[in-house]
């Protein structure tokens, strides 16, 4: 079989695990507003707005601060995208499954009429969070991001085999923060064209979905210019 040459999202480093950070608590009740998943490119990139409120995000935003953030190297592997950001990663399955379960965001996509996306039975989010901070001048090239194996705790404590199908990213700040610049852009036809990008604009409390694996579209983080875009991410898990 032909080697996949496409830039790729470099794979999970392996840390010794730590506790997981305190997630400040879903006030108000979530979710505030009636979700509705809005598509922006068809079968592709979907988007969800207000699944945070402004008031939460700001308080995620200062707690997420005092986490141990490390920066991306500058000179990634060869065939891995450059990315230059501040990060942080967790392997929490408590807390993806409070953002599934008491966000509103399992009815949105269990309800929706586009359950037929999703490439399989979806039962949850992946436990890999990872949280992301872009200052001025960082960016994240152009890549696509694979599909991986992983697995889901059941409420009787067994693992439930599972893969992952769509990038989900929560964009914490935007330019009602003072965040300028720092799009997530797509490409449909595999190369960086300015004439074809779709660029979505962070939203503060807006989730982004896009398909992954096989699927992904071309994409990347444009750089921020001023200000600071914050995101969380994980991804969306059929049963496998
Ligand atoms: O920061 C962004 O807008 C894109 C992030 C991304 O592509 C990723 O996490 O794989
Ligand atoms: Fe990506």
Same mark, same amino acid.
């Given at each position: ?7 790729? +999202? ?13 997630? @400040? ?9 009636? =979700? ?5 490119? @068809?079968?592709? +990139?979907?988007?969800?707005?207000? #699944?945070?409120? !402004? ?8 707690? =997420? !601060?005092? #986490? ?13 995208? =450059? ?14 499954? !409070? ?68 990038? #989900? ?15 997530? +852009? ?7 064209? +300015? ?11 807006? #989730? ?27 991804? =969306?898990?059929?049963?496998?």
């Amino acid at each position: 079989m032909a080697k996949d040459k496409r830039p790729k +999202v470099p794979p999970a480093t392996v840390v010794a695990p730590l506790p997981p950070p305190p997630w @400040p608590p879903f006030k108000p009740a979530l979710p505030v507003i009636d =979700l509705i998943l809005e598509p922006v490119v @068809p079968d592709k +990139v979907v988007i969800l707005r207000s #699944l945070f409120p !402004r008031s939460l995000c700001r308080d995620y935003v200062s707690h =997420l !601060r005092d #986490l141990p953030l490390t920066t991306t190297p500058g000179k990634p592997k060869r065939g891995l995208a =450059l990315r230059v950001n501040d990060r942080y990663q967790i392997d929490d399955p408590k807390f993806a499954n !409070r953002l599934w379960t008491e966000t509103g965001l399992k009815d949105a996509i269990l309800d929706s009429t586009m359950n037929h996306l999703w490439g399989g039975e979806v039962i949850g989010l992946n436990s890999n969070i990872r949280v992301y901070r872009y200052s001025p001048g960082q960016f994240f090239d152009a890549h696509y991001d694979d599909s991986n194996n992983v697995t889901i705790p059941t409420e009787s404590g067994s693992q439930m085999p599972a893969k992952t199908t769509w990038t #989900l990213l929560l964009y914490l700040t935007s330019i009602s923060e003072g965040c300028v610049g720092g799009e997530t +852009v797509f490409y449909p036809h595999d190369r960086r064209s +300015v004439k074809e990008e779709i660029a979505v604009s962070p939203e503060t409390g807006m #989730l982004l979905l896009h398909k992954h694996g096989d699927d992904c579209m071309l994409h990347e983080g444009r750089e921020v210019m001023a200000g600071e875009k914050w995101i969380l991410r994980t991804d =969306l898990c059929v049963r496998r």
